[in-house]
């Protein structure tokens, strides 16, 4: 697909998708936010996220917090467009290998990236 002359110019350059879906203790599927505990949760992680990419100088970034994903078993988890690279992290130490690798470098890091075939349980 290519660029039509009338597309209007991007408001951002990356777009980044945090879950921040929240499910009653003891679901099957757990939820993000109960699996973020390390970094005092995925609201503080996303935080912590959006002032390291400022201290780093990353520019031009939407932040967004996101209902559920569908990949709650490896969450909590993001997605970084418009690549469409999906990645689970649980720590401060994770989202700062992030930013550094793909966003300033535009390199992965393979460690915490999912996989497409990387699917829910069926139920």
């Not at 777009?15 to 879906?21: E, K, S, V």
């Not at 939820?31 to 390390?38: F, S």
């Not at 300033?104 to 999912?114: D, P, S, T």
Request: charged share 30%.
């Amino acid at each position: 697909m290519t660029d039509s002359p009338a597309d209007p110019r991007l408001f951002y350059t990356r777009h980044i998708f945090m879950c921040t879906n929240v499910r009653p203790d003891g679901h099957p599927r757990g939820c993000c936010t109960a699996r973020a505990a390390e970094g005092g949760g995925v609201d503080k992680l996303r935080g912590y996220a959006r002032e390291k990419a400022r201290q780093l100088g990353i520019e031009s970034i939407r932040w967004n917090a996101a209902g559920c994903l569908d990949r709650c078993e490896f969450g909590p988890n993001m997605v970084i467009y418009p690549e469409g690279v999906w990645y689970r992290y649980e720590s401060q130490e994770d989202i700062d290998e992030i930013l550094q690798t793909h966003l300033v470098e535009g390199g992965r890091v393979r460690r915490l990236m999912l996989q497409p075939e990387q699917l829910p349980p069926k139920h």
